[in-house]
């Protein structure tokens, strides 16, 4: 069975964007569509409405581009745990309201059991952030998926052979 993976906003934001002349932009984006084109099929591909709804906004043909990138990916079913699971998180998280999709993100990936949450958005979901929510999540026997960013499962190692 494949591990689940949430793509959150970034990642289809990432997709659609004409390549940034910020060579770190520009290197996500890249690393964003290896990974797409390449390690996609690895996993099962969910999202929210969370993610529909954002991508959405802006500008309409770059938005068009955005949700292109979701046709065929399952929507995870909207449930009354999801908001006041996202309420108790941006006060432990300390998220303000004004990034409240970021903890509906994580609540949505809590609440059905996501195994992955993939983000270039690491600003209030970070590692230490994870930490607190996965400490929440276990006292009460919620699942906490990984938050990974996609150059983590982009990236291919060559085998090195340290005899030669």
Request: charged share 25%.
């Amino acid at each position: 069975m494949k591990p689940n993976l949430y793509l959150e906003t970034t990642i289809p934001s990432y997709l659609a964007a004409r390549i940034s002349k910020n060579p770190i932009i520009a290197g996500r984006q890249a690393i964003t569509h290896e990974f797409f084109e390449s390690e996609r099929h690895k996993y099962d591909l969910v999202v929210s409405t969370y993610v529909h709804e954002e991508c959405k906004k802006g500008d309409s043909s770059v938005a068009e581009k955005r949700l292109g990138y979701l046709e065929g990916i399952s929507v995870l079913e909207e449930t009354p745990e999801v908001e006041p699971l996202a309420d108790v998180y941006m006060q432990i998280l300390s998220i303000p309201e004004r990034s409240r999709v970021d903890a509906l993100h994580l609540a949505v990936c809590c609440v059905h059991g996501v195994d992955i949450l993939l983000s270039w958005n690491c600003s209030h979901l970070g590692v230490e952030s994870m930490l607190i929510a996965k400490r929440y999540n276990d006292a009460r026997g919620l699942s906490t998926p990984q938050m990974i960013t996609p150059d983590s499962l982009a990236c291919k190692y060559k085998e090195v052979d340290f005899d030669e």
